[in-house]
């Protein structure tokens, strides 16, 4: 889309190139030719017209080419910023500024917006045994079964190492503790292409009134530790309070 506005934007500056060109050639001319009327006019008309047509599209085609190597620079300094390049999928500051977006919309009455950590379980045992390359594997696969059940118009992104962050806006806690308990089970039960199971937990957090971005992560990331706590490969929210005996032996 932004592509074929530059070249629409870029084809715009070629014609206005070419009329300039010869509008500014043409005028004088004229007024020369009223002055000496001894010239023979159709000549210079003539060619008031096609050198400009001749030097004006090579004008543009090198305006366009430079506005097209710009977009492509723009492009890729924005993946650099803003993209994991193992998974694909957007990085910490981007997860920041998009997550930001979204809990505007929800604070508008879209919803109630929540964000959830997921860490992978397990995985120093997974690249200790199995090689870090079979770790980045895993990261990609658990990116690709995350990345296919984020809530719809939510995001997912890598915070780093083998922590990833989800942020969505649901109608409420039921409807966002299901969609999360799923993403949980998926991982599970997902094959991964090592010979270990994989699993994650999650802690998740509803955003109250006016509440920062960054305490909401602070919430899910005490929710992620209890989950860690009652057996690991779960879902709890951070409103679910301290894990009990009962529960870490469930």
């Given at each position: ?10 084809l ?7 009329a ?62 803003n ?38 379980d ?45 942020a ?24 991964h292409?090592?010979?270990r ?20 992560l ?20 951070y ?12």
């Amino acid at each position: 889309m932004q592509l074929a506005q530059d070249i629409r934007r870029a084809l715009q500056a070629g014609a206005l190139i070419t009329a300039a060109s010869i509008f500014f050639s043409f005028v004088p001319v004229y007024i020369w030719l009223q002055i000496d009327p001894v010239i023979d006019r159709p000549s210079i008309y003539l060619s008031c017209i096609i050198l400009p047509l001749i030097i004006a599209p090579a004008c543009s085609w090198f305006v366009l080419k430079a506005q097209l190597k710009a977009q492509r620079l723009a492009a890729e300094n924005y993946r650099l910023a803003n993209i994991d390049d193992l998974t694909n999928l957007p990085n910490r500051r981007a997860f920041f500024a998009e997550a930001s977006v979204l809990q505007m919309e929800a604070d508008g009455g879209a919803g109630v917006f929540f964000c959830a950590i997921a860490d992978v379980d397990n995985f120093k045992r997974i690249n200790d045994s199995l090689g870090h390359e079979a770790g980045d594997d895993v990261l990609i696969s658990v990116a690709g079964v995350l990345r296919a059940l984020h809530p719809p118009g939510g995001l997912v992104a890598r915070l780093g190492g083998e922590e990833f962050a989800v942020a969505g806006i649901f109608v409420d806690m039921g409807q966002a503790r299901a969609a999360f308990e799923a993403m949980v089970r998926a991982v599970a039960s997902a094959g991964h292409g090592v010979s270990r199971p994989v699993t994650v937990s999650l802690g998740f957090a509803g955003a109250g009134a006016r509440e920062s971005l960054s305490t909401l992560l602070s919430r899910a990331d005490e929710a992620l530790y209890r989950a860690k706590q009652a057996g690991k490969n779960r879902a709890l929210a951070y409103e679910d309070g301290p894990v009990t005996w009962a529960a870490r032996a469930s």
